[in-house]
Structure formats: C-alpha cells, structure tokens
C-alpha cells in the first residue's frame, strides 16, 4: 500500500467512511461485518464467462478449477495412447436412441435373469459391480481402508445415497412437522440434519417446498421413463405411476434407514462400524448371503479367496433392507414397485450421455435443486470418465507441464512452521489432560504431507480393455472400464492391500473425490494421517512466493492449517496417530470438547440468523473447528515470523490487518440466490461469510485491532479457539 493511499484510507476510516471503495454506499464496516467490508466491491462486480455459467458459485476454487479443466482437455488433444482420445471423443459424442434403449433393455436382461433364478445376491453384485450405480443400490459395497486397521483394504457395505439431499422431503406430512420441530435421527442424514429448531411458519414453507420438491422429483422420474419408453414397473394398469413408485420405495429405504442395533450400532453416528464374519453377517442381517454376493461380484469362488470379513455401518439397517427385499414388505425386490427402482437408477446415468435426454436429468438435478443455470459443458463432462481410466497417464503429464519446484518447496518449508505452531498451540493447551494432549502432540508428530501427487499409482486401464472402446458409445466404455476397475483394482489389488491412492468420482455429483493429482483442493485423510495438497491446487491464486508472507499464509498456510485442524477435531479426532479409529480422548476432555463445540455452534447459527438464513450449524462444525485452528495456527506462524525479524510495532499491526483482509479475500465467494438453499443442505462448509467472520471474531488480535465491541456484529461473547 502506498503512503498517499493509506493515508487516504485512515483519515475515512477516522470519518467512518468505509469499504474497499471508500465511498459511504452502507454501513458495511469491519466491525459489523468484515467478510463483505473487504470482498463487497468484487462480489458486486464479478461475472462469468458464458462457458462458465455452470459454475453454481463463483470462488477461487471453483475458477482455477475450470482452468485446470482446459489444461486437461488441452492433454487430451496431445495424448500418446490413441485410446485416451479415442474414449474421450466417445464422451463427449451424444449416443443414439437405439443405444440407450438397448443399454435399458441388457439392464432389464440381467433383472429378468436374477429373477427367474430367484437369485437376488446376484442381482445386488451386478449393480454394484458398476461404479455408476453402485452408490444407489440398497446395499452398497465398496473396499475401503480398514477403520481400525489403516495398512489394509477391506470390503464394506453401507446404505444408499437417495436421490434427494434432505431426508426429510421423505417424510410423511405428520413426521415431517414432528421431525422438523424436534430431534430426527437417521444414518447419514442424522448428524447433517439433527436438532433444528423451528417456528410454525418457517415448517409451512418448508412444508410447501417439500411437495413442490417431491412433485418435480416424480415427474423428472416419469418424464426419464416416457422418454425412453420404458414401461414402469407397476404396470399400465395400477395407480400411479414410474415416478410414483420410485418415490415408494426411497421413502422404504429412509425408513430401514432407521432400524437400529442396540448390540452392535453406535448410539452417536461417528463410528458406522461393525467388522463381520460371513457367519456372523447372515446371523445378524437376515441371511445376507456374503459368499454367494461376493462370488457374483468376481471374487473367486474358491472358499478361501473370499474375504472372511466385512464391514457394516449399519447391522439394524441391513437386517431391515435384507429382510424388505426378501421377505413380503411390498412384495419384495421382484415386485413392480422395486422393478420401477431398479430400472431408473440406471436409466438417469445412460440418458446423461443422450443429446436431448440429458436435459431431463439438468432441469431437475442440477437447475431445480442445485441452482445451477447452464450444464457443465460437454468438454468438461467428458473429462471425468477419461481420467479415470487413465488418471497415472494425466497426473504424469499435468506434472511435466505445470509443476513447478520452487512453489512446492515454498510451501513445504511453510507448512513445517504451521506443523511446529500445531505443536506449540497443543502444548500450550490448559483444558486437556496430558495423556489427551500427550497423544494429540504424537498425532501432530506423525502427520504426513504429500504434495503433488500421490507416490503409489495404480495402472491405467490395460489395452485389453481399451481395444473395445466404441467411438459412438460412452456410456458402453464407461461400463468396460468399471467392470475393469471393480475386478482388476478392487477385488484382486485393494482387498487386503496396502492402502493404493484411488482415483474416484462422484456420479451423482460428478466431481473428482478421489487421489487425482489435477483437483483443485485439499484433503486430510483420517485413514493415513496425511494431509494431501494435490498439484492442481498450486496455482498462483493459492501461492505465490513473491507476494509476501501475508498472501501466503492467508492461502496455502490457511489451506494447510486448516486440513491439519481436521487432524484433532470432530472427525478426525477419532482417530488415532496410525491411522486407526480409536479414541485416544479422555471422557472428561471429550465432554469439556463438546461443549465447547455447542458453543461455535451456537454462534454460526446467530451470524446466518442474522441475514435471515436458518440452518443447522451441527452439519457444518468438522470444517468450522478446521477453519478456526487454521487461522489460528497461520497467525501464531505470523506472530513468531516477526519475533524472529524483530518488526516494529506499528508494522506488525499492519502486517497482521493485511493478514486479515487477505484471509476475507481468498474467501470470497459469489453465490446465487436460487442455489444457497441447496448449499445450505448439501455442502459441508458453511457459506464463506460466516467462514471468514466467525473464525476472526474467535480471535483476540483481531478484535483489538478493528476495536470490535459488544454490541458489533463481528462480537462474540467468547474468544476460545477450543484447542
Ligand atoms: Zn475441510
């Protein structure tokens, strides 16, 4: 900042005259809201560009992520193995009417045949031996890293994903005002959802929102089914309709969803975990036939290839769902009602590669729920199935292009005085007992740090596989590569194994989840204790050595601190140095934990109040406990850098408000109106507001500074950092 400027900048400050563009527009000021004091002019004034406007809101992370996107599609182009291309075009070519309808048809097949030899564990291995349908089948199973034994992968089974993000919009009329007034509890849906307080009128218009929600979702099923002219499961005869009796059997599974175990399930939802023998799996879970599952899945048959054990994040809900397949509840799986369901978990995945069909699943998925205004470009959309057949040959070559030493150097050397603050602030920590603190220091001591991209890759897909790709037909290569995928890399390399960097994608969501190297973000991962900062992260809005120690802790620093925060918090916290979940907490400390917890909880709640936005900050607290310990942690590593340079007084007070306004500033975010209400229910980060405000009101140094007071809306009764 120059002189002149900040001159300029104190004597309106003096007046009362604030915002970065010094003009008395509003009242926006630090002390009532600092967020929108630093970020209002650029909120106002930002925009996309039209290949942009499927982004539903506009930060820094999702920008440099749709420029990493064109830098693949730039490798596409440039790709040595033919079949890269070769599959990518495939993707982003429509396929034909004919090739979705006999896609259905070989669908419809295989159900017809697992009927017919009454076998339903088949059917159940067939739909999870496809990535893309897998996370909706009734029982889902995957092989995961071992919760309590992080060196190995072993098979779980889990619940569903449904096809609507609240639970409640599954509810019936009665329970919904019950559930919504008082607490719910249900799986996965349970933490996210628990404890809303609710006044009559906010239940009306979420009631009314529920049926608007729960029409558009019945006709988006029917309107799948018309196209591709499918005939409903129930039958042209029978009441209701396609849309009808895929909505029945959602609302089944949320309520087998609720069956609980008092022996083996966790009353708190932080540990899903029971580890089962074959034996013990049919015994509990009403004849779950793992042996004759696993053998259907490509598991050899040969008795001791079959792994002995499972694990299970629900023993009540799979007794529940096994027993509702087989047993009489609404006839069970071959039943109409079940055909419907089967047949459009399937058919909403192959109409997406169709030219007109995939507008039915853009109008209700992304633009009714997501409040998203265009579809991800084809270009785009045809990225992700590419890099995941060939994720080690786009991780080497986006390496070679674009990786740059010096960057990941600065940030190593960064990360390690962030790491060694983590250490100071546990040790100085006076409410934990010292076996707690003793173990928290260990779990710190042993956190490992991989930037770039992972050390262990697994293989591309071979050209055995890649020799059948069909230039006209996706959707048929996206199935070769599961199939691959599921044989080759989970069943014969990952059960048992050492744990392998997976790259993996969310198909309801479509977005990279997995070790891809090319992802703009970061991740901890409890299972390992590391925290990964994959390439694509590297960009210069995230770190930029010459822009000062400021810049860079407010954004690398931040991203770091923040990631370790997760390591001794919430979640994370659960588990132990190694790796393994494993309560390493005293009961008095997690107790003290907690309410410390329902504290920040409280406050989140209060600062969206305040802009009229009601949510459950319960939902949001893993990342708001990471958000407040990275900040803390960047400005320790702030205090002690000007120690060591002996800065003056005056000066540090600037450095830390530069600390501070870019820390507002790498937070910005544009989001739209019409999709706040989907992020407020389906992203686990708070909107970036109370993301950047929260934390700093936390803060002593802050308050000093900006001379917050009771009575500002930046106050906060308490200035704990919980660590
Ligand atoms: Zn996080």
Redesign the pocket.
Known sequence: MNPEHLLKYAELQRKGVCGSGFSNRNKINPANDFYSHVNRDWIRSTTLAPSQAYIVQIDEFRLAQDRVYDQLVDLVETASPKAVKTLYQSLKTPISSSAVAAHLQEHARVLDACIAEDNLWKFLAYLNANELTRYACPISWDVLPDEQNSRAFISHLTYPELSLYDYRYYLRDTSFRAKTAKTASIKRTRSRFRRRSATASTIKKEMDYKHVVLHKFVSYVDKIFSATGMARGGGAGSAGSAGTDVLHVERLIIDKLACFNGRYDSKNDDTEYVKFTHAELERHCAGFDWREFATCLGYSPDAAQIPRHVVCSSVGYMKCIVEALTTSEMHGWKSPKWRSYWMYIYARHVIQYHAEWRSIHFEFCCKFLRGQTAPMPQRIFALFGTTLAYDTHFATEYKRRHFNQGVHDYARELAGRIFSAAKDMVRANSWVSDCTRAEALRKIASLRLDLGMPDKMGPDVPPRVSAAFDARDGWANLLAISAWRTRELFIRRYEGAAVFNTPAIDWNQMKFVGSQAYVVNAY?TENTNSIYVPMGYFQTEFVDAAKGVEYNLARIGYTIG??LG?SIHVYGRLFDHAGNMRSWWSRRDSAIYNRKLADVERQYEHAARRDGIVFDAKMTL??DL?DITGLKLCEMVLSAHHAREKTLAPLQMLSFERFYTEFANQNRQKIYRRSIFAQLKSN??PLDKYRTNVPLSRMPLFNKIYNIKPGDAMHWHSDDTVW
């Open positions: 901890y923040h990631e997760h893993s990342e990471a686990p980060h």
